[in-house]
C-alpha cells in the first residue's frame, strides 16, 4: 500500500517528532509504501498548537498545522498513531470508532486508564494495534522470551531489567510489563500472577515462581531491557538496546502501513514481524 495517510497523536512529544522525521525520511529517500503524515495533534494546551508539524519535529514545513481537533484530522486520514499521555488515550479511541480509523497505540501506563473490555469492544469495530513497544527486534525478543519460560524448568527464576531516561514517566515500563505478561504465559500464569512483582518493594527471600522486576531511570538511556533466567550453576539473558529512539519511529510507521489495510481486530507488533517474514 502506498501513501498511506496518517495522524500522530501526541505529536509534541519526544515520539511524537520522531514519527515526523522518520515519515520525512523515508518520503525523501522514495521508499516505497510511505506513510504521508498529514494530521498531527497536541493537548488543548500545547504550545505547539498552530507550529507547522514538520518544524516542530526539527525539519523542513510540512504544510500540516498542529490541532487539537483529532476529529477533524482524521477525516483526511487513514490512520491514527497515538504517542499521547494515557489520560488521552480513551479520547483517541473514541475518536477512531467514530470515524472508523484503524488506531496504532504507542502509549503506555494506560492500564487504569482503559479497561480491557473497551479495548476489546473497539476492535471489533476497527483494526486495533497495541504495542508498549514498535521496535522489530523487541517483538522478537518477547517471542525467544516466552520460549525460553515454556522450554525452562520452574528452578530457573525470572527476573524482567529496564533501563531508561529520566524523564520516562511509568515504572516499570510497558516493555517491561509486557516481558513479564509473555513469561508468565510461558510457565502457565495468569497476568495478575506474572505481574504481581511489578508493584516494588520486594523484601526478604525471593518467592517461588515470582517474576522480579528492576528499574532504572537516568540520563538519557533511550531503552534498555532484559531478561534474565537464573537456574542453578547457569543463567540464560536475552537483552535489546535501543540506541536511538527513530527504531522505534520507524517500526510504528511500517506498523501503522500494515494496519491501515487490515479488518477490525486486535493486533500487535508479532504481526508485523509474520506480515515481514510471508513477504519474503
Avoid at 501526541?10 to 520525512?24: I, W
Amino acid at each position: 500500500m502506498a501513501g498511506v495517510r496518517a495522524v500522530v497523536i501526541g505529536v509534541s512529544g519526544r515520539m511524537g517528532r520522531a514519527l515526523v522525521r522518520a515519515a520525512a525520511e523515508a518520503g525523501s529517500t522514495g521508499a516505497l509504501g510511505q506513510v504521508c503524515i498529514t494530521g498531527a495533534v497536541a493537548s488543548a494546551a500545547s504550545v505547539s498548537l498552530g507550529r507547522d508539524a514538520g518544524e516542530l519535529a526539527g525539519g523542513e514545513a510540512l504544510g500540516v498545522t498542529v490541532t487539537s481537533d483529532l476529529r477533524a484530522a482524521l477525516a483526511a486520514a487513514d490512520v491514527a498513531v497515538d504517542f499521547s499521555q494515557p489520560q488521552a488515550t480513551r479520547a483517541s479511541l473514541a475518536a477512531c470508532r467514530a470515524a472508523r480509523k484503524p488506531l496504532l497505540i504507542g502509549t503506555t501506563g494506560f492500564a487504569a486508564e482503559l479497561a480491557a473490555e473497551e479495548l476489546e469492544a473497539a476492535a471489533r469495530e476497527i483494526p486495533l494495534l497495541i504495542a508498549p513497544n514498535t521496535s522489530l527486534g523487541v517483538a522478537l525478543l518477547l517471542e525467544l522470551v516466552r520460549r525460553a519460560a515454556t522450554a525452562l524448568p520452574p528452578q530457573f527464576d525470572i527476573e524482567i531489567l529496564e533501563a531508561h531516561h529520566r524523564a520516562k514517566r511509568d515504572a516499570p515500563s510497558g516493555t517491561a510489563l509486557e516481558l513479564a505478561r509473555v513469561a508468565g504465559e510461558g510457565r502457565g500464569l495468569g497476568p495478575s500472577q506474572a505481574l504481581a512483582g511489578a508493584s516494588g518493594g520486594r523484601a526478604g527471600p525471593r518467592r517461588q515462581g515470582e517474576i522480579g522486576f528492576a528499574v532504572l531511570r537516568g540520563g538519557d538511556i533511550v531503552g534498555e531491557h532484559a531478561v534474565l533466567f537464573a537456574g542453578p550453576g547457569e543463567e540464560l539473558r536475552l537483552s535489546h538496546r535501543a540506541a536511538d529512539r527513530a527504531i522505534f519511529a520507524r517500526g510504528a510507521l511500517r506498523a501503522a502501513r500494515w494496519l491501515a489495510g487490515q479488518p477490525p481486530g486486535r493486533y500487535g507488533m508479532s504481526d508485523i514481524v509474520q506480515a515481514d517474514h510471508a513477504l519474503g
